[in-house]
Nanobody, 117 residues
Framework: QVQLVESGGGLVQAGDALRLSCVAS??????IGWFRQAPGKEREFVAH????????YYSDSVKDRFTISRDNAKNMVYLQMNSLKPADTAVYYC????????????WGQGTQVTVSS
């Protein structure tokens, strides 16, 4: 059974840091991405990282504040979030896909991040 499980969410104050983790089981993915969805808003892309070269890509809204990394031996992907803002409040999801496939076919259940002002 293929699963992606996120952890590490919580309630923090503006300016604080938080690290999210995503563990994949059942298979490996060429690309793992982080997405988020705030109440009343559409899900948006946050960052992704490739398995082989560890190449990372970020949305403009988190670039320079968030860092995505992965530990292939543990099949883990992390999202280090620094200088958090209330606008970062959302449910954060990790998702996996293969190279050459446009859609993310596997998703975790999400972890809530709440940033108070």
């Amino acid at each position: 059974q293929v699963q992606l499980v996120e952890s590490g969410g919580g309630l923090v104050q503006a300016g604080d840091a938080l690290r999210l983790s995503c563990v994949a089981s059942g298979r490996t993915f060429s690309i793992i991405g982080w997405f988020r969805q705030a109440p009343g808003k559409e899900r948006e892309f946050v960052a992704h990282i490739t398995r082989s070269a560890g190449l990372a890509y970020y949305s403009d809204s988190v670039k320079d504040r968030f860092t995505i990394s992965r530990d292939n031996a543990k099949n883990m992907v992390y999202l280090q979030m620094n200088s958090l803002k209330p606008a970062d409040t959302a449910v954060y999801y990790c998702a996996g896909r293969d190279l050459g496939v446009a859609e993310y076919g596997y998703w975790g259940q999400g972890t809530q991040v709440t940033v108070s002002s």
